[in-house]
């Protein structure tokens, strides 16, 4: 079992950053591809990056390529999401997620992963 927490949400402008963390806690963390998903209201819950177990690898949804930026560090079970040039529609609640399997093909189908923290609110206001 990994148990996974996030933090660093907040109310910011349109063009700030923000950088959110993601504790975990139990299990191998480094044995497991990292992901970050987020929900706006009425909407489903979306795809925004994954990282491979190494940290070397990663993944973006096409939203947040060259805005956002996930990397990991394994000795403090920690992963991140350095979110840049903020916009409105980045407004959501941000999950972070486990997934024991390689990053790959199914990096964005949120059904792959075993592992979801409870989430941390991000609004961007314009």
């Given at each position: 079992q990994v148990q996974l927490v996030e933090s660093g949400g907040g109310l910011v402008q349109a063009g700030a950053s923000l950088r959110l963390s993601c504790t975990a806690s139990g299990g191998t963390f480094?044995?497991?591809?990292?992901?970050?998903?987020?929900?706006?209201p009425g909407?489903?819950?979306?795809?925004?990056?994954?990282?491979?177990?190494s940290g070397i690898s990663t993944n973006y949804g096409d939203s947040v390529k060259g805005r956002f930026t996930i990397s990991r560090d394994n000795t403090k079970r920690l992963l991140y999401l350095q979110m840049n040039s903020l916009k409105p529609e980045d407004t959501a609640v941000y999950?972070?997620?486990?997934?024991?399997?390689?990053?790959?093909?199914?990096?964005?189908?949120?059904?792959r992963y075993n592992y979801w923290g409870q989430g941390t609110q991000v609004t961007v206001s314009s």
């Open positions: 480094s044995s497991y591809t990292m992901g970050w998903f987020r929900q706006a909407k489903e819950r979306e795809f925004v990056a994954a990282i491979s177990w999950y972070c997620a486990a997934k024991a399997r390689p990053l790959g093909w199914d990096d964005t189908s949120r059904t």
